[in-house]
Nanobody, 123 residues
Framework: QVQLVESGGGSVQAGGSLRLYCSIS????????LGWVRQAAGGQREWVSS???????SYADSVKGRFTVSEDKATDTVYLQMDNLKPEDTAMYYC??????????????????WGQGTQVTVS
């Protein structure tokens, strides 16, 4: 079973940067979609970004040009580099994974496996 552990959250001023990390255990090669989903307090879950096993990436319009998702297969780690952060980026950020290709997830946040989340606060 895929297990996900996030880290790297924290507090930052608007315009600053943070990098989130997601350690993936029992990583399996093949059709695997990895992604990030966030949820603000009292808000709905919002898909942020995904990366497929072939390296293709996709982003929500709200973060496009500011966030970058990447993966290191050697260490089974997924990263979310967040630049030019805005107060509206404040949320709990969850790493997520699915054994289907990303393009098969509808909605984009329909992942089967989830981490425990890491808080990002932008003031």
């Amino acid at each position: 079973q895929v297990q996900l552990v996030e880290s790297g959250g924290g507090s930052v001023q608007a315009g600053g940067s943070l990098r989130l990390y997601c350690s993936i255990s029992a990583y399996t090669s093949g059709s695997l979609c990895l992604g990030w989903v966030r949820q603000a307090a009292g808000g709905q879950r919002e898909w942020v970004s995904s990366i497929s096993i072939d390296g293709s990436t996709s982003y929500a319009d709200s973060v496009k040009g500011r966030f970058t998702v990447s993966e290191d297969k050697a260490t089974d780690t997924v990263y979310l580099q967040m630049d030019n952060l805005k107060p509206e980026d404040t949320a709990m950020y969850y790493c997520a994974a699915d054994l289907r290709w990303c393009w098969k997830l509808h909605p984009e946040s329909d992942f089967d496996y989830w981490g425990q989340g890491t808080q990002v606060t932008v003031s």
